[in-house]
């Protein structure tokens, strides 16, 4: 097993939160629990307790959770811990600085993406799997999400890549046997460029396929429009549920563009909250209208907002700036204190979040602009980036006389499929070469 | 003879990785003695009656232009030549010749007579050494004579025993005693394995039906083993192809039991590729045939070798399914088929001179390095010897010539000594990460820092001078002649118009690499041989320059710092590597390659990740 000091991390933000967890992985785990909690935990493999954390002078820092991963059965192969201080800033400095006071020789902060090294290193994941986490978690769209969890949970064979990559062993299996053992078996040069013509284009469909599905349209946009005051802000407010813009009685106070995304049953979307439409515009209110207008051509569907004191020309008005056709629903507001006769949908502040989604009819708006939402992808960003790199071959390659300075090539190919997979070395490819072909006297 | 004079070399064995470091030995002015069991034995080819192939005629140009013997005495005694590949460049032609056995035997024993070298007939029982240092060797008849520099060179005849079906007999081959007293010292004192090949019947010409075979005649394309030979006169004998079928793959299924490596008697490692019949009918049974090469072992003999039918069966079952084949339907064994089982040195007990690291002055090469060809035994023994010279008289040598990047020889040392062997190493083109420059129409250039005068009479030698000189001279002139894209044009030539002033031999890969084409474009008159090699060296000359780049990143880069590169954070190396390079935590790139399993591509990825931070992970 690869060892190489134990380290530690948060893995939680170091903000003020209910949690700020830290991950300690290495041989020293043990002693370093032992040391901080005055326990020891060999026994109690992934269970989770409930200790009290002591600084070097024996005062208290924390009472937290912690559980213990014996090796081989954790993240990275190695012993593991986790701990979940309480979420201050300035306990997990001193938890940080408690650590530094135990002078445990080769303890240290981990370096970014060290746990998954180690994993990788340990055989508990492959490469793949560990950029696979990597991409999960930047990841913004479902489709690739699906992918690389599938990447992950059952392993580097679930690749789009590998059937790619069997090809072009199995190629150059049969281009080395040509060359290196030509009196062994009868060997076709133009059906060995044939294969490799059948391998670029494999290369290609992939990619193709691929980039459209991962580069196909995931998100709704959706705007939100009407005078000022009509309580834009507030309905943008509330459903995306965190406090960001700013609520007040003075009209036009939505100064910017404000937008926000969020996901409701794994459906995605941006949502724009617009500075009000009002005959008189201060400056920076004028120039946060003509910003919105702008973006107007992204959006998919409007939510015109409308009260009792709306009149019909502002409507036309907002219509005819942000080229409204039949992409809206008409909105009216603070049906609390306003008594509205229309079909129209009534809301008002005091509607739970979720009310509003229903009422808004999000989930049939977004089916609505959002087709095919989840094409099955096979490959992620980072495999589509490769692809591209590999099929910069084609040309020298399919035009390529020679058949060594295509081996030549091939190997460089093989190289860059070592990459991603691991190294494929010349043994590997003789290997291959020997349960093809019959070679030898 | 008296053999109780000082020798600077002793050559334990007179196979070939023996002959040839005894031979340079000699020509470096070394006094040099050279043993073996039988004086009959001398350069025996135990198997198959031929020299080269692809590959192995890659190693065999090299160890001629060091000024070995195996290519001139191989043509000397050939009488049947094949260039194989010869549809492919010229970096992979790969000259097959096959030899007049007898021939072959006589011509070397006429050599070796003829040099100053000690040849004495007797056994080595014992390797005598103090403080790690070689004295010399014990013989069984003679008693110790003493050395400056010891070369084993012994084969397959450490413990070596022999198998047909179930009967078993220690022998080194065939006719020759086991060498158990110096198996002994070697077991004791390094990391040994136990390694098997094989070799097939030899059957009675008289006895095999020619008439229904389709006959392959010897080519005549001026290609021949050495650089030096400008002729063959022997009669030229023609080879004949026949085939294995269901009848013969029946027989040998149903007698697997009496095959002595599928039956279980042999436990040593096998190998991947199908060196004898009863792999290839268990791997490639449903094939329609194996061919079969009826190779004549010389032009007196009444002998013919079927090459492609090695095996260990019973004797009875090889009698049965040799007459189940075509043309053999009569035939008549005079020396059955067998496996052969012997210890071999893990050959990481080698320093990279091929030099044990136990033992000073104690050098091993050729089969019992765990390799198996009479082309890879004389690539190691004339790399021993020249080493043993270079440690002996302190001569300056450019050790650059035999970097993998240079050499097959090289490329075999590397592989050997860092890697090890599980199956006995046989040389491959594509071992050569740099094969389009390793060709053996320019070993003359590849190794010209180190031609020795004193490895060749005065007319070798000035051959070597006349050619390079000619060479030079259309290389000269042809880089002063100048052409612009529209030059080119104007004579049918298509390059891009970039505006780039091509010199003659930059354009030289445009043209067909006919004598007639160059010389009306060009007006220079040259030979189609030395057109063929510098047109290549034109079209290849790209990829000269790409390898080139990468070999001189690491030449450049060998003083690279290591000490501060997390090698966990490159993510296309195998594991076995990583875990010996955090094991060496070596200070700079040239101590990572010297850690034995560090492969090239593996330095090139360090350099590569250095450079460019590679790829990033999580
Ligand atoms: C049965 C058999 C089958 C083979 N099949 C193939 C094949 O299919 N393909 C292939 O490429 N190669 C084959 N080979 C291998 C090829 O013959 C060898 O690789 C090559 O000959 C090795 O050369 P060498 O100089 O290392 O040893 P050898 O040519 O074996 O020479 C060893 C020499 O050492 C001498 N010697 C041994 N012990 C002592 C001692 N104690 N004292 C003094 N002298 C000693 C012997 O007399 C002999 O002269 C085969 C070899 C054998 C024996
Ligand atoms: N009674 C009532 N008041 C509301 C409602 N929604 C918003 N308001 C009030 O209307 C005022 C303007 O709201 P705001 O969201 O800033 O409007 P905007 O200019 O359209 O962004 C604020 O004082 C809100 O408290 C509602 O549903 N009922
Ligand atoms: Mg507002």
Same mark, same amino acid.
């Given at each position: 097993?690869?060892?190489?000091?134990?380290?530690?991390?948060?893995?939680?933000?170091?903000?003020?939160?209910?949690?700020?967890?830290?991950?300690?992985?290495?041989?020293?785990?043990?002693?370093?629990?032992?040391?901080?909690?005055?326990?020891?935990?060999?026994?109690?493999?992934?269970?989770?307790?409930?200790?009290?954390?002591?600084?070097?002078?024996?005062?208290?820092?924390?009472?937290?959770?912690?559980?213990?991963?014996?090796?081989?059965?954790?993240?990275?192969?190695?012993?593991?811990?986790?701990?979940?201080?309480?979420?201050?800033?300035?306990?997990?400095?001193?938890?940080?600085?408690?650590?530094?006071?135990?002078?445990?020789?080769?303890?240290?902060?981990?370096?970014?993406?060290?746990?998954?090294?180690?994993?990788?290193?340990?055989?508990?994941?492959?490469?793949?799997?560990?950029?696979?986490?990597?991409?999960?978690?930047?990841?913004?769209?479902?489709?690739?999400?699906?992918?690389?969890?599938?990447?992950?949970?059952?392993?580097?064979?679930?690749?789009?890549?590998?059937?790619?990559?069997?090809?072009?062993?199995?190629?150059?299996?049969?281009?080395?046997?040509?060359?290196?053992?030509?009196?062994?078996?009868?060997?076709?040069?133009?059906?060995?460029?044939?294969?490799?013509?059948?391998?670029?284009?494999?290369?290609?469909?992939?990619?193709?396929?691929?980039?459209?599905?991962?580069?196909?349209?995931?998100?709704?946009?959706?705007?939100?429009?009407?005078?000022?005051?009509?309580?834009?802000?507030?309905?943008?407010?509330?459903?995306?549920?965190?406090?960001?813009?700013?609520?007040?009685?003075?009209?036009?106070?939505?100064?910017?563009?404000?937008?926000?995304?969020?996901?409701?049953?794994?459906?995605?979307?941006?949502?724009?909250?617009?500075?009000?439409?009002?005959?008189?515009?201060?400056?920076?209110?004028?120039?946060?209208?003509?910003?919105?207008?702008?973006?107007?051509?992204?959006?998919?569907?409007?939510?015109?907002?409308?009260?009792?004191?709306?009149?019909?020309?502002?409507?036309?008005?907002?219509?005819?700036?942000?080229?409204?056709?039949?992409?809206?629903?008409?909105?009216?507001?603070?049906?609390?204190?306003?008594?509205?006769?229309?079909?129209?949908?009534?809301?008002?502040?005091?509607?739970?979040?979720?009310?509003?989604?229903?009422?808004?009819?999000?989930?049939?708006?977004?089916?609505?602009?959002?087709?095919?939402?989840?094409?099955?992808?096979?490959?992620?960003?980072?495999?589509?980036?490769?692809?591209?790199?590999?099929?910069?071959?084609?040309?020298?390659?399919?035009?390529?006389?020679?058949?060594?300075?295509?081996?030549?090539?091939?190997?460089?190919?093989?190289?860059?499929?070592?990459?991603?997979?691991?190294?494929?070395?010349?043994?590997?490819?003789?290997?291959?070469?020997?349960?093809?072909?019959?070679?030898?006297? | 003879?008296?053999?109780?004079?000082?020798?600077?070399?002793?050559?334990?064995?007179?196979?070939?990785?023996?002959?040839?470091?005894?031979?340079?030995?000699?020509?470096?002015?070394?006094?040099?003695?050279?043993?073996?069991?039988?004086?009959?034995?001398?350069?025996?080819?135990?198997?198959?009656?031929?020299?080269?192939?692809?590959?192995?005629?890659?190693?065999?140009?090299?160890?001629?232009?060091?000024?070995?013997?195996?290519?001139?005495?191989?043509?000397?005694?050939?009488?049947?030549?094949?260039?194989?590949?010869?549809?492919?460049?010229?970096?992979?032609?790969?000259?097959?010749?096959?030899?007049?056995?007898?021939?072959?035997?006589?011509?070397?024993?006429?050599?070796?007579?003829?040099?100053?070298?000690?040849?004495?007939?007797?056994?080595?029982?014992?390797?005598?050494?103090?403080?790690?240092?070689?004295?010399?060797?014990?013989?069984?008849?003679?008693?110790?004579?003493?050395?400056?520099?010891?070369?084993?060179?012994?084969?397959?005849?450490?413990?070596?025993?022999?198998?047909?079906?179930?009967?078993?007999?220690?022998?080194?081959?065939?006719?020759?005693?086991?060498?158990?007293?110096?198996?002994?010292?070697?077991?004791?004192?390094?990391?040994?394995?136990?390694?098997?090949?094989?070799?097939?019947?030899?059957?009675?010409?008289?006895?095999?039906?020619?008439?229904?075979?389709?006959?392959?005649?010897?080519?005549?394309?001026?290609?021949?083993?050495?650089?030096?030979?400008?002729?063959?006169?022997?009669?030229?004998?023609?080879?004949?192809?026949?085939?294995?079928?269901?009848?013969?793959?029946?027989?040998?299924?149903?007698?697997?039991?009496?095959?002595?490596?599928?039956?279980?008697?042999?436990?040593?490692?096998?190998?991947?590729?199908?060196?004898?019949?009863?792999?290839?009918?268990?791997?490639?049974?449903?094939?329609?045939?194996?061919?079969?090469?009826?190779?004549?072992?010389?032009?007196?003999?009444?002998?013919?070798?079927?090459?492609?039918?090695?095996?260990?069966?019973?004797?009875?079952?090889?009698?049965?399914?040799?007459?189940?084949?075509?043309?053999?339907?009569?035939?008549?064994?005079?020396?059955?088929?067998?496996?052969?089982?012997?210890?071999?040195?893990?050959?990481?007990?080698?320093?990279?001179?091929?030099?044990?690291?136990?033992?000073?002055?104690?050098?091993?090469?050729?089969?019992?390095?765990?390799?198996?060809?009479?082309?890879?035994?004389?690539?190691?023994?004339?790399?021993?010897?020249?080493?043993?010279?270079?440690?002996?008289?302190?001569?300056?040598?450019?050790?650059?010539?035999?970097?993998?990047?240079?050499?097959?020889?090289?490329?075999?040392?590397?592989?050997?000594?860092?890697?090890?062997?599980?199956?006995?190493?046989?040389?491959?083109?594509?071992?050569?990460?740099?094969?389009?420059?390793?060709?053996?129409?320019?070993?003359?250039?590849?190794?010209?820092?180190?031609?020795?005068?004193?490895?060749?009479?005065?007319?070798?030698?000035?051959?070597?001078?006349?050619?390079?000189?000619?060479?030079?001279?259309?290389?000269?002139?042809?880089?002063?002649?100048?052409?612009?894209?529209?030059?080119?044009?104007?004579?049918?030539?298509?390059?891009?118009?970039?505006?780039?002033?091509?010199?003659?031999?930059?354009?030289?890969?445009?043209?067909?690499?006919?004598? #007639?084409?160059?010389? +009306?474009?060009? %007006?220079?008159?040259? @030979?189609?041989?030395?057109?063929? *090699? /510098?047109?290549?060296? =034109? &079209?290849?000359?790209?990829?000269?320059?790409?390898?080139?780049?990468?070999? #001189?990143?690491?030449? +450049?880069?060998? %003083?690279?710092?290591? @000490?501060?590169?997390?090698?966990? *954070? /490159?993510?296309?190396? =195998? &594991?076995?590597?990583?875990?010996?390079?955090?094991?060496?935590?070596?200070?700079?790139?040239?101590?990572?390659?010297?850690?034995?399993?560090? @492969?090239?591509?593996?330095?090139?990825? /360090?350099?590569?990740?250095? &450079?460019?931070?590679?790829?990033?992970?999580?």
């Amino acid at each position: 097993m690869f060892k190489s000091g134990t380290i530690y991390s948060n893995f939680t933000p170091l903000v003020k939160a209910p949690v700020i967890g830290y991950r300690i992985s290495g041989d020293d785990v043990l002693n370093i629990l032992k040391k901080i909690t005055k326990k020891n935990f060999s026994k109690d493999h992934s269970l989770i307790q409930i200790v009290k954390i002591y600084q070097q002078d024996e005062t208290l820092l924390d009472e937290c959770s912690v559980v213990y991963f014996k090796s081989p059965k954790s993240f990275t192969g190695e012993d593991v811990c986790e701990i979940f201080l309480h979420g201050s800033p300035l306990i997990a400095s001193q938890f940080e600085q408690l650590l530094k006071d135990l002078k445990v020789s080769g303890l240290r902060l981990a370096r970014n993406g060290e746990f998954s090294y180690r994993s990788v290193l340990n055989g508990k994941n492959s490469l793949k799997q560990a950029k696979a986490i990597n991409e999960i978690i930047s990841n913004e769209s479902f489709s690739g999400l699906e992918y690389n969890k599938r990447l992950l949970f059952d392993g580097d064979i679930f690749s789009g890549l590998v059937p790619l990559k069997e090809e072009v062993i199995n190629l150059f299996s049969e281009i080395t046997a040509s060359i290196d053992f030509v009196d062994d078996e009868a060997f076709n040069f133009n059906q060995i460029k044939k294969k490799i013509r059948k391998f670029f284009s494999n290369c290609n469909n992939l990619l193709q396929e691929n980039r459209t599905n991962i580069e196909q349209k995931n998100i709704c946009r959706i705007m939100l429009v009407g005078p000022v005051n009509v309580g834009k802000s507030t309905l943008f407010n509330k459903i995306i549920d965190k406090d960001r813009a700013i609520v007040t009685n003075i009209k036009g106070t939505t100064r910017d563009i404000l937008s926000n995304e969020f996901i409701i049953s794994s459906n995605r979307f941006e949502i724009f909250d617009t500075a009000g439409q009002r005959s008189k515009q201060g400056k920076i209110e004028k120039y946060g209208y003509k910003k919105a207008q702008k973006i107007s051509t992204e959006i998919d569907h409007f939510f015109v907002l409308i009260d009792q004191n709306t009149k019909k020309s502002d409507i036309s008005t907002l219509f005819k700036d942000f080229m409204i056709h039949k992409n809206y629903s008409l909105i009216e507001t603070k049906s609390d204190i306003y008594n509205y006769k229309t079909k129209n949908i009534k809301i008002n502040h005091s509607f739970e979040r979720d009310k509003i989604y229903q009422k808004l009819k999000l989930n049939s708006i977004h089916r609505k602009y959002v087709k095919n939402k989840y094409k099955k992808t096979d490959l992620n960003l980072e495999e589509i980036e490769f692809l591209e790199r590999i099929l910069e071959y084609e040309q020298d390659i399919v035009n390529e006389k020679d058949i060594l300075i295509i081996a030549q090539l091939m190997r460089n190919i093989l190289d860059d499929f070592s990459f991603e997979f691991g190294y494929i070395s010349s043994e590997d490819v003789y290997d291959r070469v020997f349960s093809k072909f019959c070679i030898g006297k | 003879m008296f053999h109780v004079e000082h020798y600077d070399v002793v050559v334990i064995g007179a196979g070939h990785a023996g002959i040839e470091a005894a031979n340079i030995s000699d020509k470096y002015g070394l006094k040099t003695a050279l043993i073996t069991k039988n004086y009959s034995d001398l350069g025996k080819l135990s198997c198959n009656p031929s020299i080269g192939g692809v590959g192995k005629t890659h190693i065999a140009s090299e160890v001629d232009i060091l000024g070995g013997v195996i290519c001139k005495i191989g043509d000397k005694s050939a009488i049947h030549y094949r260039v194989l590949n010869l549809s492919k460049g010229p970096a992979v032609w790969g000259v097959r010749a096959q030899i007049d056995r007898d021939l072959y035997s006589q011509n070397m024993k006429k050599f070796i007579k003829s040099s100053k070298i000690d040849l004495i007939e007797d056994e080595a029982i014992n390797i005598i050494e103090k403080n790690n240092k070689i004295v010399g060797v014990e013989l069984s008849n003679i008693g110790i004579i003493k050395s400056k520099a010891v070369i084993l060179t012994t084969g397959t005849f450490l413990n070596g025993k022999i198998y047909f079906g179930n009967e078993s007999q220690e022998a080194g081959r065939i006719g020759n005693s086991s060498s158990k007293a110096l198996a002994k010292f070697i077991n004791k004192n390094f990391k040994t394995m136990r390694l098997k090949t094989g070799t097939p019947p030899r059957i009675y010409a008289k006895s095999i039906n020619y008439d229904v075979l389709e006959p392959q005649i010897s080519e005549n394309n001026g290609i021949f083993l050495s650089y030096f030979t400008k002729q063959n006169t022997n009669i030229k004998i023609n080879c004949f192809i026949t085939k294995t079928n269901n009848k013969t793959h029946k027989i040998i299924r149903d007698n697997l039991d009496r095959s002595a490596m599928y039956s279980g008697i042999i436990k040593s490692q096998g190998v991947r590729y199908c060196p004898s019949i009863e792999d290839k009918i268990t791997k490639f049974g449903d094939r329609n045939g194996h061919n079969i090469f009826l190779e004549p072992e010389g032009l007196n003999s009444d002998l013919v070798y079927p090459n492609g039918i090695s095996n260990s069966l019973d004797k009875k079952i090889q009698l049965k399914f040799l007459r189940s084949i075509k043309g053999l339907e009569e035939c008549e064994v005079n020396q059955f088929g067998y496996a052969v089982e012997y210890d071999s040195v893990d050959p990481r007990e080698l320093k990279n001179n091929f030099e044990t690291k136990k033992i000073e002055n104690f050098f091993l090469a050729g089969q019992i390095n765990g390799t198996t060809g009479y082309e890879e035994a004389a690539g190691q023994g004339i790399y021993a010897a020249i080493h043993a010279a270079i440690k002996i008289k302190k001569i300056k040598f450019n050790e650059k010539v035999f970097e993998r990047d240079n050499s097959y020889i090289g490329v075999l040392v590397d592989d050997l000594t860092k890697l090890g062997v599980t199956e006995p190493y046989r040389m491959f083109t594509s071992r050569a990460e740099n094969r389009l420059k390793l060709r053996t129409d320019n070993s003359y250039e590849r190794f010209s820092t180190v031609i020795n005068p004193k490895s060749f009479n005065k007319l070798e030698y000035s051959l070597i001078s006349k050619n390079i000189n000619n060479e030079k001279k259309i290389f000269d002139r042809l880089t002063q002649l100048k052409y612009s894209p529209n030059d080119l044009m104007k004579k049918n030539i298509k390059v891009k118009k970039d505006g780039k002033v091509r010199n003659g031999f930059e354009v030289l890969k445009f043209l067909d690499p006919s004598t #007639d084409k160059f010389k +009306k474009f060009f %007006n220079l008159t040259i @030979t189609q041989k030395l057109l063929t *090699k /510098i047109y290549f060296d =034109s &079209k290849y000359d790209v990829f000269y320059e790409r390898e080139k780049k990468s070999y #001189d990143q690491l030449n +450049k880069n060998k %003083n690279m710092k290591l @000490t501060n590169i997390d090698f966990n *954070k /490159i993510p296309s190396l =195998s &594991k076995e590597i990583l875990e010996k390079l955090n094991k060496h935590k070596p200070e700079n790139l040239h101590d990572a390659g010297k850690i034995s399993g560090i @492969t090239p591509s593996a330095l090139f990825q /360090i350099v590569k990740h250095k &450079k460019t931070k590679g790829n990033k992970v999580a």
